[in-house]
């Protein structure tokens, strides 16, 4: 079914370390996907989005890599800051809803970076 | 740019009352969406308008509907009001093309007493 899930609820790090959110996708036609992360009351922020036809993307600190093979998603932070404490989101848009708007979120990930 | 503004910000309601939110999207975007977001079900689309016209439509009963106005600014409307309404309601706005990004607002948060 269309279902978008993350592997780790809770992901715990160490101030500067990397951090790598995984996210693993049902729908093998979905074309795009995209990162977002949302802080405490606020709505979601874009991070860094992909496309399918590429397999890995890079933004400031932070690289999506996209798996189709094994329908997986990720997305990495480089040297984590505390103000990277928030909860991440990955979306995907299928084919068949191209163009609409709509994406198919996962339940999300909450990184919580310790001083 | 200013980016997408959601009114009003907090909504306190009763059962079996309706509600209006308000969402405009930032400028030059011509599609607006909105999502539901809860703790149990998570992020979930509920429509998204382009040009006053809804393009497509989650799987939300009917007593969830909106609308779109010639300036693109949106409004979401929930009659007959369940205690399982209570959510924040995000409107996110995009530019008309192959760019699927959405920018997001701050929500409306609603709880239904």
């Known amino acids: 079914g269309e279902s978008v899930g993350l592997h780790l609820p809770t992901l715990s790090v160490q101030e500067g370390d990397n951090s790598i959110i995984n996210c693993a996708y049902s729908n093998s036609a979905s074309d795009y996907f995209i990162w977002y992360k949302q802080e405490s009351g606020k709505g979601p922020q874009f991070i860094i989005d992909?496309?399918?036809?590429?397999d890995k993307r890079q933004g400031q600190r932070v690289t999506v890599l996209l798996n189709k093979t094994v329908k997986h998603l990720s997305l990495q932070i480089a040297a984590t800051q505390p103000g990277d404490s928030a909860v991440y989101f990955c979306?995907?848009?299928?084919?068949?809803?191209?163009?609409?708007?709509?994406?198919?979120f996962g339940q999300g990930t909450t990184l919580q970076v310790k001083p | 740019k200013a980016g997408v503004t959601q009114t009003p910000r907090y909504l306190i309601k009763t059962r079996g009352q309706q509600v209006t939110l308000s969402c405009s999207p930032i400028s030059g975007h011509r599609s607006v969406s909105w999502y539901q977001q809860t703790p149990g079900q998570g992020l979930q689309f509920l429509f998204e308008y382009f040009s006053e016209t809804q393009r497509n439509k989650g799987n939300f009963p009917g007593r969830f509907s909106g609308r779109q106005f010639s300036n693109s600014r949106s409004e979401m409307n929930v009659s007959t009001l369940e205690l399982g309404d209570s959510a924040l309601y995000l409107c996110?706005?995009?530019?008309?093309?192959?760019?699927?990004?959405?920018?997001f607002g701050s929500g409306t948060q609603l709880s239904v007493l």
């Open positions: 992909i496309r399918s036809n590429m």
């Open positions: 979306a995907e848009n299928f084919q068949g809803s191209s163009n609409t708007g709509k994406l198919i």
């Open positions: 996110a706005s995009r530019e008309q093309g192959t760019n699927e990004k959405l920018f």
